[in-house]
């Protein structure tokens, strides 16, 4: 089992910044490959990012690609991801997860509680 527990989401303004921070514990952090993804109301869970379990791959959807940067710290078994250039379509609540093969789908095996980002125009 692996437990995953993000913070750092909030209410920002358009073109503001927002780190994200996912906190594992249980298994071996350093053996997933972490992902965060991101639901708004009535829509689908969409991908967001992923990193490789060194972090030396990742992997961004089209719609982020230039403005969120993920990255993990093994040692400190956490997850981050930095979000600049803020816009309200980004406005939803983020979640992370963890597996450990290397996904774009939400069919990872755990799930963080999922933090709220509230992107204001």
């Known amino acids: 089992q692996v437990q995953l527990v993000e913070s750092g989401g909030g209410l920002v303004q358009t073109g503001s910044s927002l780190r994200l921070s996912c906190a594992a514990s249980?298994?071996?952090?350093?053996?997933?490959?972490m992902g965060w993804f991101r639901q708004a109301p009535g829509k689908e869970r969409d991908f967001v990012s992923r990193i490789s379990w060194s972090g030396s791959n990742t992997y961004y959807a089209d719609s982020v690609k230039g403005r969120f940067t993920i990255s993990r710290d093994n040692a400190k078994n956490t997850v981050y991801l930095q979000m600049s250039s803020l816009k309200p379509e980004d406005t939803a609540v983020y979640y992370c997860?963890?597996?450990?093969?290397?996904?774009?789908?939400?069919?990872?095996?755990?799930w963080g509680q999922g933090t709220q980002v509230t992107v204001s125009s």
């Open positions: 249980g298994r071996p952090f350093s053996r997933y490959y």
């Open positions: 997860a963890a597996d450990p093969l290397p996904k774009a789908t939400p069919n990872y095996a755990y």
